[in-house]
Structure formats: C-alpha cells, structure tokens
C-alpha cells in the first residue's frame, strides 16, 4: 500500500512538474500555457510593432526585440474601436497597440509538420475581435490536428484611412489598407515562426467571416501576400462587385473631408492628426470601411481580379447563411438597392420580388424570410457564388456552401450563426450563444471536419462525413447545413435572383 502510493504521488508530482512550453520567435522567447487534455495555447505574441505616434497609419514595421522570456499568457487587446453595442466589451478593451495574435497548436514539436489555420475576425472592418473573443477559442479546432493562430489588426480609421499626404509620405506612393498589410504582416510572421508551434508554413489556410472574408478574398488578389497562403475560406463576405474598393483618388478625398471635419489644417495635417488621440479619430464616426484600390496592396478591386482570374490559384471554400441582414424592408428602398446593385437587370427583380408596386411583395419563404430578408441576403449570397464560380473557371478547386441551421431558440439563422459550429463552441451566452442540442454538436463537428480536411489537403471529403461536390457556373452544386443539422448536396442556390447577379456581374 505504501509502495502503491508514493508512486501515484510521484506520478501526480511529475505531471504537475511538466513546464508550459517556451518558444524562440523573432523578436525573443515567449512563454504559453499548456491546455488540460493536450496542446498549448501562445497568447499576445506580437507581430509588429505598436502602430502608435509616428507609426500611425504607417505599414507594420518589424517587431522590436525583448529581453528575457516574455509571458504569452494573456491575448492582446483588440484595435480600438466605435462602442455599437453588439461589442462593447471590445471597444473596452481596444487600443491602439493590437498587433498581437495567438497561437493554439496540439503539439509545440517544430517536427511536427501540422496545417495551419489564420483566422481574420469580422465586424465590418470597423470592429470586432480576434483572440479577446472567446468564440474564437480554439481548444476544439485543434483536436482535428491543425495549429491555429487568431490575428488582431487596425480597424476604421485606424486602419483604412486614405490621405493625400499619406500617400506622398509612402515609399509606395498608396495609402489606406493598413489592416490589410497587418493582415499580410501576420502571414510572414507565420511563414517564419510557425514551425516552432508544430505547424507547417507550406500548409497555411486563411480563413475569415464577414469583413475577415472579404479580407481573405481580398489577400487572394494582393502581392504583398503571395505565396503566404495555400487554401482559403471565406465565409459570409464575398468582393463586393459594386464599389466597395474605391480608387486612391477616391479614398484621399474621403479622407481629406474627413481631416477637415476634425480640424486639420488644409496642409501638413499628418503632424495635426497624429497628435490626437485614438478616440477622438473614432469618434469621427464609424466609417472607412472600404479597402482601396491603391495601386500597391490592391493592384485592382478584388472584384475585378477574381472577374479577370488574377487572384491566388488556391482551393476555395465560399458560402454564406441563408439570412445575413434584412435590406430596408419599404418596397421603394428595396428597388433602390436593387437599382444601386444590379443597375440596368433590376427591373427584373422588381417582378421576382413581386415589387413592380408600392403595397405587393412576395410571401415569406420558410428558409430565406421575408422580401426584406431575402434581399439582404441574396446580397451576400449571390455574388458570393458568382465569385466562386470565376474561381473554378479559372481551373481552380472550387466547394460552396449555405448555412441553414438557427441557433436555437433562435427562429432563423442570421450573420455570424455560423462561428459557434466552425469554432465548436457551442456556448450559452455572448452573441452567437444558445440553447444547443445534440444536432448542433453533430453538425459542428460535421463543419469542424470539412474545414479542416480542406486545411490538411485542400479538399473538404474524407471519412465519416458527406460527399461534397466541387462547384461550378454549369452543374452548379453546393452543401446546405440544413435546418435540421444536416448536409444535402442541392444544385442552382437562389436560381432565377442569382442569375440576375451573374446576368450584372459578367458584363463588361
């Protein structure tokens, strides 16, 4: 008996004995913390220097070396950011100083050759958080065997301001998309640091939703990230085909109003406007949403190179919830958005929303809602299966999806109901939060396999779950996450409307 307890007392001591694991990266060490059950977790590791005083609105420089071994035990603040109420906390806790990410690795082995997966967060690119969000923890991603890192970086008008004078200061001679080059920044961060979290910097996948998406699709199109990437998914934020990627002239006026407003001097205003505080900028008002077409970062809008074949020759995975956000739902505010979309094509979807007059509209459909419901998410819906369909006709792998399924008690799905099953954390509270059931596990680690058998391969198929086919602009297939918490292979997602969008779309 003695004997039998003094070696379980050795075996407790020796477990409680193991140290979190130490990593050199560039700059220095940094100290994770070793996860119950296996893996480690790197928080607040940064990429860059702080984007601050003179750094504002400058590329990411280098990150400036540390002494010593530096704890990595807390994520770093999200980018400071406009309260919206939806996340408030994040705007708490953002600052200007946000180029940090984290790691999460099943096995700290620089031998141990595992796919990685970078997540860009969504919020509009005006808000939202990356590792700060506890949606995004990735305990249970991990456990299907990828090493995942989750990327902070400039938001608003921290992070996509244009200015004439900013662009005369450049060495590149371009301005605004500085959130796209931390973005880019953190990707070369992966390439030469990940081995030593036992990932490989030959199997990177990108992934993001909403605002992160339309950043991934947008990094498929930039030089600045060429060949720091190898598959990529996008989930619920296609390139928009109407303008969302202004021209540089464009973007400096925008710019140079909003420096006036806030009291900058017709000229030398960069010393002006970067002497103010972080939250008097926000303050401005929550804009500077669009990425710019500024001849550098974005050769071209990401619409127009997706359009001509020119983005990265990756395997893509593209999709969209059945609901995104209602259009203004007033028959006369639906037609001008239709009018500002499809131009010239809208009056025939005045007839298939049966809006030919004030007063008619077409009945609610079960999935899709109402007229208003429908519009608003035919707008992320259709041209997101245009731009995959450009994808395969220019002879790359190409898999597209619909999310169905509401988070329960939820009546419908809706922007973003998709995290808590790509994440597997199904929680009961914060946003996407809910009372999950047994389908809803079932259909994350349904969604949690496909994503991370495409990150292993470049193919979503493997065993134990549904053939998926690749899509393509003739047989048009795609996997609906359905209702019910299954997946069924469909074909011609949104027919008659989604033809209207590639009726606008591919004219030249």
Not at 338 to 353: E, S
Not at 494 to 506: I, W
Request: aromatic content about 10%.
């Amino acid at each position: 008996m003695a004997s039998a307890l003094l070696s379980l007392n050795f075996a407790q001591t020796a477990a409680a004995a193991v140290p979190d694991p130490v990593v050199a990266v560039t700059g220095g060490q940094v100290r994770g913390r070793l996860l119950e059950g296996g893996g480690a977790i790197f928080r607040g590791v940064p990429f860059a220097q702080p984007p601050t005083g003179a750094l504002r609105w400058r590329e990411p420089m280098p990150v400036l070396g540390w002494d010593g071994v530096r704890e990595a035990d807390k994520s770093g603040p999200p980018s400071a950011q406009p309260a919206l109420g939806w996340n408030d906390d994040f705007a708490a806790a953002g600052s200007e100083d946000c180029l940090y990410l984290d790691v999460w690795t099943p096995r700290a082995d620089s031998k141990a050759g595992l796919p990685v997966m970078v997540w860009i967060h969504g919020g509009a690119n005006v808000a939202g958080a990356g590792g700060f969000d506890p949606l995004y923890e990735g305990k249970s991603l991990i456990g299907h065997g990828v090493v995942l890192v989750v990327v902070e970086y400039r938001l608003g008008i921290l992070g996509y301001f244009a200015h004439p004078e900013l662009t005369q200061e450049s060495p590149h001679h371009a301005s605004g998309n500085y959130g796209i080059m931390d973005q880019a920044a953190a990707l070369r961060w992966v390439r030469d640091n990940i081995v030593r979290f036992g990932g490989d910097p030959g199997n990177v996948t990108l992934f993001g939703q909403s605002a992160g998406s339309m950043d991934v699709l947008a990094l498929m199109t930039s030089p600045l990230a060429k060949g720091l990437f190898h598959r990529a998914i996008a989930e619920s934020g296609p390139s928009r085909y109407y303008p969302s990627a202004p021209t540089l002239p464009e973007s400096e006026r925008a710019g140079a109003d909003a420096a006036a407003k806030l009291g900058a001097p017709a000229t030398g205003a960069l010393p002006f406007l970067r002497s103010l505080p972080a939250a008097a900028l926000i303050r401005s008002g929550p804009w500077m949403l669009a990425l710019t077409t500024d001849g550098w970062v974005l050769p071209a809008s990401p619409a127009e190179s997706f359009a001509k074949g020119r983005e990265a020759p990756v395997p893509l995975i593209i999709g969209s919830a059945a609901i995104e956000f209602p259009a203004n739902g007033a028959p006369e505010e639906l037609r001008a958005s239709m009018r500002t979309i499809l131009g010239d094509v809208a009056p025939k979807a005045f007839g298939l929303f049966g809006l030919e007059k004030d007063g008619a509209s077409i009945a609610a459909d079960p999935l899709y809602g109402n007229a208003a419901e429908q519009w608003g998410g035919d707008m992320f819906r259709c041209p997101a299966i245009v731009q995959g369909e450009w994808h395969a006709a220019a002879g790359n792998a190409t898999w597209e999806y619909e999310f169905d399924r509401a988070i329960p008690p939820r009546p419908k799905t809706g922007h973003s109901s998709d995290l808590p099953y790509v994440f597997g954390n199904l929680l009961k509270t914060g946003g996407q939060g809910g009372d999950f059931q047994d389908a809803d596990h079932r259909l994350s680690a349904a969604i949690q396999a496909y994503w991370t058998n495409f990150a292993k391969t470049g193919n979503p198929n493997g065993a134990g779950v549904a053939p998926w086919p690749t899509h393509d602009g003739k047989a048009r297939s795609y996997l609906a996450f359905t209702t019910s918490g299954d997946e069924v292979v469909l074909t011609n997602q949104r027919g008659q409307v989604c033809d209207l969008f590639r009726e606008a779309m591919n004219r030249p």
